[in-house]
């Protein structure tokens, strides 16, 4: 077998990447119409299941969550809303052999709630608080039915002072 030119070794790179981002985007959007709280994205595996597959325990940064090998791994809105994951959270994802991905959050970090105003700006939901500016999910807006201008209880790491992310708790 004769080696690939690098510009196509470089247009698949780019097409497997694409494949990625789609069929993350497919699972994210399947588990908000499915509403599932636990976070399988594999219609192979029941929620109870034990899986075996490739374990991956990283941080949990907003909206991804970061491996210990530096790659990232797209933890879809639904399951950080529902699950209302905070911006440190330590997560296990195991990489099921059908190539299902499964999250666990394994490690919730020290949090605090406080009360804020519902914004958006830049094509982005914030919620206001003790005068900072935390960024939410859009799937939280849509789960909790909020609207700009309304009151709702975030949770914010206790510990960590410049957090951007936030979880909703609820609307008030």
Excluded at 33 to 45: A, E, F, K, R, Y
Excluded at 78 to 84: D, G, L
Excluded at 90 to 105: P, R, S, V, W
């Amino acid at each position: 077998m004769s080696e690939l030119p690098e510009k196509q070794v470089k247009r698949l790179k780019s097409l497997i990447t694409e494949a990625e981002t789609n069929l993350a985007a497919a699972k994210e959007l399947l588990m908000s119409v499915l509403g599932d709280d636990d976070m399988i994205v594999s219609n192979t595996h029941s929620a109870r299941e034990e899986v075996s597959g490739k374990v991956i325990e990283g941080v949990f940064d907003g909206q991804i969550m970061a491996g210990p090998d530096g790659k990232t791994y797209p933890v879809p809105a639904n399951y950080a809303s529902k699950s209302k994951l905070v911006e440190g959270d330590i997560l296990k994802l195991t990489i099921a052999d059908d190539g299902g991905f499964i999250y666990k959050q394994i490690g919730p970090i020290p949090r605090k709630q406080i009360i804020g105003t519902l914004t958006q700006h830049d094509g982005a939901y914030y919620v206001e608080a003790n005068g900072r500016e935390y960024r939410i999910l859009l799937a939280s807006v849509t789960y909790f039915r909020i609207n700009i201008g309304d009151q709702v209880t975030i949770i914010v790491p206790e510990d960590n002072p410049d957090a951007t992310w936030a979880a909703v708790e609820a609307a008030l």
